[in-house]
């Protein structure tokens, strides 16, 4: 029972995640649709992947700073402070999606699979934001579990197959609905999203602040 609320509890972060306005949302919206439903799933493979690898050096970090209590207290804090800022970022940011020519020999040439994972891969690790979300995620994380421990584990596995799952919903939707999707719509998203990730860091705060 305690791991399926820490799946689900992995769900939520997920869910917060896959609202994300960067680099890799406007590819996955546009590749899905200039190229088709098929081309953003694998764009939507190498985002996750590349989630992953952040997850994981995030992770590997995280053993080696948090296994001493003392540190504990000050990577909670910074935790929070980041996932303000990213809050703050988040809600602040300007919204702007280039428009593709439209050309007719554009769907006779498309690329492998490979490709478009390869694309989705670089396109979301290379956002310097995406791996101080993941850190500060991690310190909010190991506020509630030990880390090193399987529910840590679970948490994270709950939060990627969300991410992959809305991720494939947005490829569907933008596929289908696209003359909907415009800046802003965008731009309420980012206030939305940036509130919660600033709320979310004042919780953290908070939490180490009492439990230290």
Excluded at 33 to 39: L, Q, V
Excluded at 56 to 67: F, K, P, V
């Amino acid at each position: 029972m305690t791991f399926v609320l820490t799946f689900f509890k992995g769900i939520v972060l997920g869910l917060t995640v896959c609202f994300l306005i960067g680099p890799s949302f406007f590819a996955l919206l546009q590749t899905s649709i200039h190229r088709g439903f098929k081309s953003g799933l694998f764009l939507s493979i190498g985002i996750v992947i590349s989630d992953f690898t952040l997850i994981a050096l995030s992770y590997i970090g995280a053993l080696q700073i948090l296994d001493n209590q003392k540190n504990q207290f000050t990577i909670g804090i910074v935790g929070g402070i980041i996932l303000i800022a990213f809050g703050i970022y988040t809600f602040t940011r300007k919204i702007f999606i280039a428009k593709e020519e439209e050309d007719d020999d554009i769907r006779l040439k498309t690329p492998a699979p490979i490709t478009y994972v390869l694309k989705g891969y670089f396109t979301n690790i290379a956002n310097p934001f995406l791996l101080i979300f993941w850190i500060g995620a991690m310190g909010l994380v190991s506020s509630q579990y030990e880390i090193g421990t399987n529910e840590v584990i679970i948490f994270f596995i709950g939060t990627l197959v969300t991410i992959f799952a809305t991720d494939i919903a947005k490829c569907f939707v933008a596929n289908k609905l696209k003359q909907y999707l415009k800046p802003k719509i965008l731009h309420w998203i980012n206030y939305v999203l940036g509130i919660a990730l600033m709320a979310s860091g004042i919780i953290l705060i908070i939490r180490v602040i009492c439990y230290f």
